[in-house]
């Protein structure tokens, strides 16, 4: 289970007048065919903490949507960014969650010192920052910033199934899961498809050429 002793160790490390605040980062979003890709940033203080945070993808989706508003009445501050399907096809996937990230960071409505990023892929913050493989499942800030990620991206999705049910988005998030690849062959190409995205780009044009991050990606974050 996530602790707080990561954010511990870094405040004993911080200068300069306090308070000094440690966020956690975390995306989803990474591997779908379709959507956005969504971070969070969440900032948490030791003796307020909701009891059974863990990894998003460790929760069922009942457990995450119960712990969402806790962990929005009781952290310090949360801030959500994503980029859209239009800038993960300009830039990429993986330049485009950081992009997510540092949106995140900037939305906290107070300023971190430091933050903790889920992963071994730092992105340009605007403040300091150190990654943590596995760091949804081992620190508590990241987990909580995994959950607040996760459940509003999902609610997203299923918002989006409401305006093209071909897809199946409500079940599937929009990963490239049978049911959302046979709605692909029979309803087409909608504006929220990633078109850099293989199984997308060949209705398209009709080739393999597209990225084929997709692929190895599809379970990733579901």
């Known amino acids: 289970m996530p602790h707080y002793i990561y954010e511990s160790r870094i405040l004993k490390t911080l200068e300069g007048p306090a308070p000094h605040h440690i966020c956690g980062v975390d995306e989803v979003g990474r591997g779908p065919l379709a959507g956005p890709v969504v971070a969070a940033a969440v900032i948490l203080q030791r ?3 909701p009891k059974g945070l863990n990894d998003s993808k460790k929760l ?3 457990d995450r ?3 969402y508003p806790q962990i929005m009445a009781m952290a310090v501050a949360v801030g959500v960014g994503e980029a859209s399907v ?4 300009m ?3 993986r330049q485009a ?3 997510a990230m540092a949106r995140a960071v900037r939305a906290l409505p107070v300023v971190a010192s430091f933050a903790l990023v889920d992963g071994n892929d730092a992105p340009a913050l605007p403040c300091r920052c150190d990654t943590l493989v596995g760091g949804d499942a081992r620190s508590v800030s990241i987990a909580a910033a995994s959950i607040i990620a996760k459940v509003t991206r999902d609610r997203m999705m299923i918002a ?3 305006e093209h049910p071909g897809y199946n988005w409500r079940s599937n998030k929009g990963y490239g899961t049978p049911d959302h690849l046979a709605g692909l062959k029979t309803c087409g190409v909608t504006i929220h498809h990633r078109r850099s995205f293989s199984p997308v780009h060949h209705i398209l044009y009709g080739d393999e050429s597209g990225d084929s991050i997709s692929n190895a990606l599809i379970q990733r974050d579901s």
């Not at 239009?86 to 096809?89: H, Y």
Request: proline content about 0%; hydrophobic content about 35%.
């Open 47 to 49: 003796g307020r903490i």
């Open 60 to 62: 069922s989706e009942e």
């Open 65 to 67: 949507e119960a712990l």
């Open 86 to 89: 239009g800038e993960i096809d």
């Open 91 to 93: 830039v990429n996937i």
């Open 97 to 99: 969650t950081h992009l």
């Open 160 to 162: 989006l199934h409401d």
